[in-house]
């Protein structure tokens, strides 16, 4: 069983659960920090059954124009997190201290996943401080020393692994996690298939 806790099908951000029979598809909803004008009507989420997580959202400086727009936005999608008591995928670029504050001042409960995380080992355990989750992807193939790094330095509970809009099989993903580790494939799918059991049960019908 390989959980992949973020990519994309068609223009919309999921989690894909792949196993022996086939995949799951569980749909998130959110609003990318550089497309704000892009509208959702939160309203008519269908909150119960159909949304496992909110995200792709979050804080990105490579867009430094909206930096304050993008804060309104995302304060408003911690909010709703809490309220519907869903996980949070996070695309943050450059904004991590930012990030943290966020979490301070909402006093956020809900699980937090920072997708492809490609930071400092320093950084990442500034997120681990405040519980965050760590997803890693592109990084383990654009700079495996780095992610070699991390990986050593990130306790395994707080660990998911992605393709995002790489188009590898997430399976892929997972033995090249394991090669960098020296840990078997099967025993990052038991694990990470835990970690994804404990955002579950944050949210009573994630994955329903
Ligand atoms: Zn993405």
């Known amino acids: 069983m390989f959980v992949d806790i973020h990519t994309h099908i068609d223009n919309q951000s999921v989690i894909k659960i792949v196993d022996g029979c086939g995949e799951r598809i569980l749909t998130t909803v959110g609003v990318h920090p550089w497309e704000l004008d892009r509208h959702f009507d939160w309203s008519e989420a269908e909150w119960s059954n159909e949304v496992s997580a909110i995200g792709e959202v979050g804080l990105d400086k490579a867009h430094r124009d909206t930096f ?50 490609n930071g400092s080992v320093e950084t990442m355990r500034q997120l681990l401080k405040h519980d965050m989750y760590i997803s890693l992807g592109e990084v383990l193939y654009r700079n495996e020393t780095k992610a070699a790094e991390i990986l050593k330095n990130l306790p395994v509970e707080r660990l998911f692994l992605e393709t995002d809009v790489s188009g590898r099989e997430i399976k892929d993903v997972y033995s090249k996690a394991a090669a960098l580790t020296g840990w078997e494939v099967g025993f990052l799918c038991k694990q990470i298939f835990e970690n994804y059991g404990r955002l579950e049960t944050t949210n009573g019908n994630i994955g329903g």
């Open 68 to 117: 304050g727009q993008q804060q309104e936005v995302f304060a408003q999608m911690i909010k709703l997190s809490e309220t519907y008591r869903k996980p949070v995928i996070i695309h943050c670029v450059r904004a991590y201290s930012e990030l943290i504050a966020m979490r301070k001042s909402t006093k956020a409960k809900m699980p937090w996943v920072i997708h492809g995380f």
